[in-house]
């Protein structure tokens, strides 16, 4: 069986991709394109009304390129509106979040139907599952939400916060690394609320000093973390240097406290600037990334300003800018919007220049240092630990941590030379 996966939204999302890619292999199945698979697996995202149309978009397009294809759809928009999504051409089934875990298991019907050809080995056995030679890997250790922020419908599709156990976070990091893996970075859909919901409770810094004190060959970065979660714990544990990279993801939504209050957010533009000057304080070479959204309903032109004001003199070294858009079953769907589309649009723009700017002032920061760096693909290009993507020259073969002295930035690509020999 031939199964290609196709994957939108979060790194919970890629993480969980990366979980039913090894479930597939399990059970028999051979990764190849989407024009040559028997089965697809698409794992939607539907944290806006853009996101289910791109979706359904894909699904059209992969019926239309391979109509023999038995196409499967998991993910948010599956979970949330399954009927919807089973009507589509091609859909053979509906796997909401809940059932990713039993995915191959429920699935079983299908897989045996499909062709059992080179995929399989002599005689149409199953293959044994292959290592993975992956470099970096997504690692879910938590998904669901218990938060109200108004704009979200992530509580409804994913359910409440549920934890991996310890040995289970511990068990899957051994196994990546023995199958290859430099990097795992640690995914959750609220990731600061891991081990709130084990028994005995735990939390995303106890887990993290488990991680650090392992005895594996390889480093660790913490995806998306929501402000209130970034505890001096968890900076002092970075600020180490063991084995997690000076990397963090914090996302801000809004700089007026007026629109925080609207979007359901527990804390205010200064609690957030605290956490931030602490860490920068702390780490001063560290990538911090964050979010924002321009146009929340009620944003008035003076919040908006908050935004850019805080922004610019912000220690933030990027930020991804999302112009709100409407999602149907949310608190903030039933606020009423003072905000067209155009002027959301324009919001958007300038909020993305200042967004640059904080990018290429970190970048130029960086050339001259030197990293830790994780080759990525054929080696051509490398991951430093604080998040920058670096051409190599000369080629080093792939998945090496080697240091890489930065040489230059220019028109968005940087240039590296690694030291030593590896
Ligand atoms: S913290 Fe807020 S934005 Fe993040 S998943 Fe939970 S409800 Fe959604």
Same mark, same amino acid.
């Given at each position: 069986?031939?199964?290609?996966?196709?994957?939108?939204?979060?790194?919970?999302?890629?993480?969980?991709?990366?979980?039913?890619?090894?479930?597939?292999?399990?059970?028999?199945?051979?990764?190849?394109?989407?024009?040559?698979?028997?089965?697809?697996?698409?794992? $939607?995202?539907?944290?806006?009304?853009?996101?289910?149309?791109?979706?359904?978009?894909?699904?059209?397009?992969?019926?239309?390129?391979?109509?023999?294809?038995?196409?499967?759809?998991?993910?948010?928009?599956? $979970?949330?509106?399954?009927? =919807?999504?089973?009507?589509?051409?091609?859909?053979?089934?509906?796997?909401?979040?809940?059932?990713?875990?039993?995915?191959?298991?429920?699935?079983?019907?299908?897989?045996?139907?499909?062709?059992?050809?080179? !995929?399989?080995?002599?005689?149409?056995?199953?293959?044994?599952?292959?290592?993975?030679?992956?470099?970096?890997?997504?690692?879910?250790?938590?998904?669901?939400?218990?938060?109200?922020?108004?704009?979200?419908?992530?509580?409804?599709?994913?359910?409440?916060?549920?934890?991996?156990?310890?040995?289970?976070?511990? !068990?899957?990091?051994?196994? @990546?690394?023995?199958?290859?893996?430099?990097?795992?970075?640690?995914?959750?859909? %609220?990731?600061?609320?891991?081990?709130?919901?084990?028994?005995?409770?735990?939390?995303?810094?106890?887990?993290?000093?488990?991680?650090?004190?392992?005895?594996?060959?390889?480093?660790?970065?913490?995806?998306?973390?929501?402000?209130?979660?970034? =505890?001096?714990?968890?900076?002092?544990?970075?600020?180490?240097? !063991?084995?997690?990279?000076?990397?963090?993801?914090?996302?801000?939504?809004?700089?007026?406290?007026?629109?925080?209050? @609207?979007?359901?957010?527990?804390? $205010?533009?200064?609690?957030?600037?605290?956490?931030?000057?602490?860490?920068?304080?702390?780490?001063?070479? @560290?990538?911090?990334?964050?979010?924002?959204?321009?146009?929340?309903?009620? =944003? $008035?032109?003076?919040?908006?300003?908050?935004?850019?004001?805080?922004?610019?003199?912000?220690?933030?070294?990027?930020? %991804?800018?999302?112009?709100?858009?409407?999602?149907?079953?949310?608190?903030?769907?039933?606020?009423?919007?003072?905000?067209?589309?155009?002027?959301?649009?324009?919001?958007?723009?300038?909020?993305?220049?200042?967004?640059?700017?904080?990018?290429?002032?970190?970048?130029?920061?960086?050339? !001259?240092?030197?990293?830790?760096?994780?080759?990525?693909?054929?080696?051509?290009?490398?991951?430093?630990?604080?998040?920058?993507?670096?051409?190599?020259?000369?080629?080093?073969?792939?998945?090496?941590?080697?240091?890489?002295?930065?040489?230059?930035?220019?028109?968005?690509?940087?240039?590296?030379?690694?030291?030593?020999?590896?």
């Amino acid at each position: 069986m031939k199964y290609a996966l196709v994957t939108f939204g979060c790194r919970v999302n890629q993480a969980d991709s990366a979980g039913l890619d090894g479930d597939l292999r399990a059970a028999g199945g051979r990764p190849t394109t989407v024009s040559d698979a028997d089965l697809v697996v698409v794992n $939607t995202c539907s944290v806006t009304s853009s996101a289910d149309q791109s979706a359904r978009q894909t699904i059209r397009r992969i019926r239309r390129g391979n109509p023999d294809a038995r196409i499967v759809v998991t993910g948010c928009y599956a $979970t949330r509106a399954a009927e =919807e999504l089973s009507r589509l051409p091609g859909v053979e089934a509906v796997v909401p979040n809940a059932r990713k875990e039993q995915f191959t298991a429920d699935l079983r019907p299908l897989i045996a139907s499909l062709p059992r050809g080179t !995929g399989d080995g002599p005689c149409g056995a199953t293959l044994e599952t292959q290592p993975s030679s992956r470099t970096v890997q997504m690692l879910a250790v938590q998904t669901g939400c218990d938060e109200a922020c108004t704009y979200c419908i992530i509580p409804r599709t994913r359910g409440h916060g549920r934890s991996r156990s310890f040995d289970d976070v511990l !068990g899957r990091v051994r196994s @990546a690394v023995a199958d290859g893996v430099k990097e795992v970075v640690l995914a959750g859909v %609220h990731l600061g609320s891991y081990g709130r919901d084990l028994t005995p409770g735990t939390s995303l810094q106890s887990l993290a000093q488990a991680l650090d004190a392992l005895p594996v060959d390889c480093r660790f970065r913490i995806s998306s973390l929501e402000p209130m979660d970034c =505890e001096p714990g968890l900076i002092d544990l970075v600020a180490r240097r !063991g084995r997690f990279v000076p990397h963090f993801h914090l996302p801000l939504q809004h700089a007026s406290d007026a629109v925080l209050r @609207a979007m359901g957010r527990p804390y $205010t533009r200064d609690d957030y600037r605290r956490v931030v000057d602490a860490l920068r304080d702390a780490l001063p070479d @560290a990538a911090i990334g964050s979010d924002i959204i321009a146009g929340f309903p009620g =944003e $008035t032109a003076a919040d908006h300003a908050a935004s850019l004001d805080y922004l610019a003199g912000s220690p933030l070294t990027s930020v %991804h800018v999302f112009p709100y858009a409407d999602r149907p079953g949310t608190q903030a769907s039933r606020m009423s919007s003072n905000v067209d589309v155009a002027v959301t649009r324009r919001r958007a723009r300038e909020l993305r220049e200042v967004a640059g700017q904080l990018q290429q002032r970190f970048r130029h920061r960086a050339v !001259g240092t030197v990293r830790s760096a994780l080759t990525l693909g054929g080696g051509a290009a490398a991951l430093t630990d604080n998040y920058l993507k670096v051409e190599l020259a000369p080629l080093l073969p792939g998945n090496r941590l080697v240091d890489v002295r930065i040489v230059s930035t220019t028109a968005g690509r940087m240039l590296g030379e690694p030291l030593g020999a590896v």
